[in-house]
């Protein structure tokens, strides 16, 4: 099936420092979704965005909604160990509901 | 506090076994619910879309007679693997929306199958 193009794949960072990551499409989407998987478990949803250009924030986290709505971005500020974990964008649009998923972005952080 | 249960969360067995994993909307209705797989490492890929009162939609590639959905109530939907094999061990999610237009998916802890 289809996935979205995220990036970077993987990441290892400082306690402390920003991450940024982003997703691409060669479709339009009418609602970006940011998840966080934790291992052995299912993935928990960090933001809904559901206007193009729309801002969101929720605590740490900040992502858009691409103007285009082929892409996405979620920011990170000032990360925390328990920050780690795999991150994955979801685009919802089209026939039933269906989630496109991103390939996943790995987090490491570091003491 | 979870949306979506899952159960059960993890299952070993010999190969050749059926194993029936169920997926249970806490507190609000779910006409539909989705059933992803998931490889080590990979992304989640969807298998099919649960319909409540109605037969799934599979998504191309994945075996209808081997992976028997039932969505019987507006808070359950199961997937059965059937006459399973070690290459059908993964880890398999589900989700439901709430009802309304555009409303994400929540999605259970998963089940990690192991076959033998």
């Known amino acids: 099936g289809q996935q979205l193009n995220q990036s970077p794949q993987s990441m290892f960072i400082q306690e402390g420092e920003d991450v940024s990551m982003n997703c691409t499409s060669s479709?339009?989407?009418?609602?970006w979704l940011w998840y966080k998987q934790d291992p052995g478990e299912g993935p928990v949803l960090l933001i809904a965005?559901?206007?193009?250009?729309e801002l969101t924030s929720n605590g740490r986290l900040t992502a858009q909604f691409g103007i285009t709505r082929k892409d996405s971005f979620l920011n990170i500020s000032a990360s925390i160990p328990s920050d780690v974990g795999i991150y994955f964008c979801a685009g919802l649009g089209g026939t039933a509901s269906k989630l496109t998923f991103g390939t996943g972005t790995r987090l490491q952080v570091t003491l | 506090g979870a949306v979506v249960s899952q159960h059960p969360s993890w299952v070993i067995c010999k190969s050749g076994t059926s194993v029936k994993i169920e997926c249970r909307s806490l507190d609000f209705q779910a006409t539909t619910m989705f059933w992803y797989r998931q490889f080590p490492k990979q992304s989640l890929m969807l298998m099919a879309t649960?319909?409540?009162?109605?037969?799934?939609?599979?998504e191309q590639g994945v075996e209808k007679d081997k992976f028997l959905i039932n969505h019987a109530s507006l808070t359950l939907s199961t997937l059965t693997v059937t006459s399973a094999h070690p290459e059908d061990s993964s880890f398999y999610i589900c989700?439901?929306?709430?009802?309304?237009?555009?409303?994400?998916?929540?999605f259970g802890d998963g089940t990690r199958l192991s076959i033998l």
């Open positions: 989700s439901a929306p709430r009802t309304g237009t555009n409303q994400p998916q929540h």
């Open positions: 479709s339009i989407f009418n609602t």
């Open positions: 965005l559901y206007k193009a250009g």
């Open positions: 649960s319909n409540e009162g109605s037969k799934a939609t599979y």
